[in-house]
């Protein structure tokens, strides 16, 4: 008989096969999506309006806009199938080259601020559920309110208008380090992780202070709908049988809440927390531009705005193969949870 992570395992492998299509989908999608933009990209890498017609001609050759759609999207198919997303006209790189170098940074601001938020909205969510209709019930929800309200952009201009330009608490927001300390030999691309492996905590202090705005920035957002399903949840244990059995035989309150309830109000919270984590992946293109972050969103962002089709494909298509990722992580997640969702 199949374990109980056995068959968690195998609904993934599942999960991953019946994913295809959809990723088949949001490839074709975005290729017939950029090539209906207003904008000749080839007037734009070339000299500019004014530039010749041969050079505009050999540009529009370059980037095989000199086919008609069909061909263009046989060949696209084609090079993504042998692992080749394009090459950037902005950087004159690979596409998968400047990804793969742009990725950690992004990924590391999107963990930082999903740990924040985690670490922010569980204990509000039980505590707003261990005292319904409270003072303190009310304060959690205003200010869930507030943090939904208020765009990211907003709140990371607020954040370094108050810590770097008043309080002179934080760096200054260029980027993910300062211009005066050596960057660490490159290992993973996360630069906290990289600093801790060659032991240079000093470095490690400075990534961790460039972090620390534009996570919060991102966190504030989505600490209302992770507080919000706690909360929910939370309510929904605590009114339960096996609560009420569990408090009957005379458990102590504590074990009662953190044990049985939260254990169970908890599967909500990591089907939310993967859905959160996906979108702002996606969507921290603003606190990018704010902070100067060199993520991969600010970098689809430039490339949208120039019309290069290549690396908007390419992050398109990263950010739906990494939604599947999340989802599989949620699903095994799941399953080691709450054993029961594993058997079939």
């Not at 920035?217 to 919000?228: C, G, Q, Y």
């Not at 606190?287 to 962002?301: D, I, R």
């Not at 992050?315 to 054993?339: E, H, K, Q, R, T």
Request: contains cysteine; hydrophobic residues 55%; charged residues 15%.
């Amino acid at each position: 008989m199949m374990t109980g992570f056995g068959t968690t395992m195998v609904r993934a492998g599942r999960r991953l096969l019946s994913s295809l299509p959809a990723l088949f989908g949001v490839l074709v999608f975005t290729f017939l999506l950029m090539r209906v933009l207003p904008g000749d990209p080839a007037v734009f890498f070339a000299s500019g309006p004014n530039a010749g017609k041969e050079e505009i001609e050999q540009i529009r050759k370059q980037m095989g806009l000199d086919k008609s759609v069909p061909e263009q999207l046989v060949f696209y198919l084609s090079d993504i199938g042998h692992g080749n997303l394009g090459r950037s006209m902005m950087t004159g790189q690979p596409v998968l080259k400047d990804l793969r170098e742009r990725l950690p940074a992004s990924l590391e601001l999107t963990f930082t601020a999903l740990l924040i938020a985690l670490i922010a909205a569980v204990p509000l969510g039980v505590i707003a559920a261990l005292r319904p209709g409270s003072v303190v019930d009310h304060g959690v929800r205003l200010f869930c309110a507030l943090g939904v309200c208020v765009p990211t952009f907003v709140s990371g201009l607020l954040l370094i208008y108050v810590f770097y330009y008043l309080l002179g608490l934080a760096p200054d927001p260029t980027g993910r380090i300062d211009v005066f300390t050596s960057l660490p030999p490159q290992r993973t691309g996360f630069l906290m992780v990289d600093f801790l492996l060659v032991g240079d905590f000093e470095g490690w202090w400075t990534a961790a202070r460039q972090l620390i705005l534009p996570a919060v920035s991102m966190a504030l957002f989505v600490i209302a709908p992770l507080a919000r399903i706690t909360r929910a949840s939370m309510l929904v244990s605590l009114g339960s049988d096996f609560v009420r059995t569990a408090r009957s035989v005379g458990l102590s309150w504590r074990k009662v809440v953190v044990t049985y309830a939260l254990r169970n109000a908890i599967l909500p919270v990591i089907t939310i927390a993967g859905i959160v984590f996906s979108t702002m992946l996606g969507a921290n293109v603003l606190v990018e531009k704010v902070f100067s972050w060199p993520g991969v969103a600010s970098y689809a962002l430039d490339a949208l705005l120039s019309s290069d089709y290549a690396p908007v494909q390419g992050f398109v298509l990263l950010m739906a193969s990494l939604f599947v990722l999340v989802n599989l992580v949620v699903d095994i997640c799941y399953g080691i949870a709450d054993p029961r969702v594993s058997i079939e």
